[in-house]
């Protein structure tokens, strides 16, 4: 990993945890990071919560100041007016959301969502002053096909359109293989380096030089204690994104301090 990017650790709730509950995880996971004297300069923490709990995240967060951040899983393309059951970037950042995550798998496959809307979502996170989160990621069937780093590439080059070299550089890119998410399958360290390698090569080509080594970029699909080591280990991995871990304080932040877990991935 290279000196200069700080590993980003993204605690990506989905639809779990009511606002109660998320002000109690919160406290948990600030707790057992101040107790472990967590230096957040070394690695950063943000959670990403559901829109119910903002408020009540921001809340704690500031009146505790506490050191992780936090943000949204989605946001609406447009500003405001008649969009039911939309939020806006603007919304969002009024609620003090440092990072909004754009096109997860979740949202590209239950919701029809396309290249060209998670660009216009992400352009308008970056608008309203926060930080995307651009999720790609290939399914079983393109892996099978050894199709994994083209379809990557391509969904980098039209998830990222329109962005300029800087913008590129200050955002964070996931790559969660479909087939690894929730399912306890996970990429080997070997994997994820194949195709977070390949990522920054493209943004060196489309962008930069300079975008591609200050863009971050996150592995995400079963990330756990026991394999972030390995996986964080890699140089072209900046951080992780978690799903079902970040929902236990203990473990997440035992990921958050993956400097200090063994690398497992040679152990049968
Ligand atoms: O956003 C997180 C990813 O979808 C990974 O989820 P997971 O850690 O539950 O596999």
């Not at 007016?81 to 990072?99: D, H, R």
């Not at 550089?169 to 087939?179: K, S």
Request: with cysteine.
């Amino acid at each position: 990993m290279a000196q200069q990017r700080v590993p980003l650790i993204a605690g990506n709730w989905k639809m779990n945890q009511n606002h109660q509950e998320a002000v109690v995880l919160v406290q948990k996971l600030s707790w057992v990071l101040q107790d472990k004297k967590h230096d957040y300069e070394r690695v950063e923490v943000t959670v990403l919560p559901p829109f119910t709990d903002l408020r009540s995240v921001q809340t704690i967060v500031d009146g505790d100041r506490m050191r992780l951040s936090y943000g949204a899983q989605d946001v609406s393309v447009h500003d405001s007016g008649a969009y039911t059951g939309e939020i806006s970037a603007s919304m969002l950042a009024k609620l003090g959301c440092t990072y909004v995550v754009v096109g997860h798998s979740e949202r590209r496959e239950y919701h029809h969502e396309d290249d060209a809307l998670v660009a216009a979502k992400a352009l308008k996170t970056i608008d309203a002053g926060m930080t995307p989160i651009v999720c790609v990621g290939e399914g079983l069937e393109v892996r099978n096909e050894a199709a994994h780093v083209a379809h990557c590439t391509q969904q980098v080059e039209g998830s990222l359109a329109g962005f300029s070299p800087d913008q590129v550089a200050e955002a964070v890119i996931a790559y969660e293989p479909v087939w690894a998410i929730g399912t306890g399958e996970v990429a080997t360290p070997d994997d994820a380096q194949e195709v977070c390698e390949a990522i920054r090569t493209q943004v060196a080509k489309t962008w930069s030089s300079q975008a591609a080594e200050r863009v971050r970029i996150l592995y995400g699909g079963s990330v756990k204690a026991a394999n972030a080591a390995a996986i964080m280990a890699q140089p072209d991995v900046d951080g992780a994104l978690v799903g079902g871990a970040s929902l236990q304080a203990e473990e997440f932040a035992a990921i958050c301090r993956f400097y200090d877990l063994p690398d497992l991935s040679g152990v049968a």
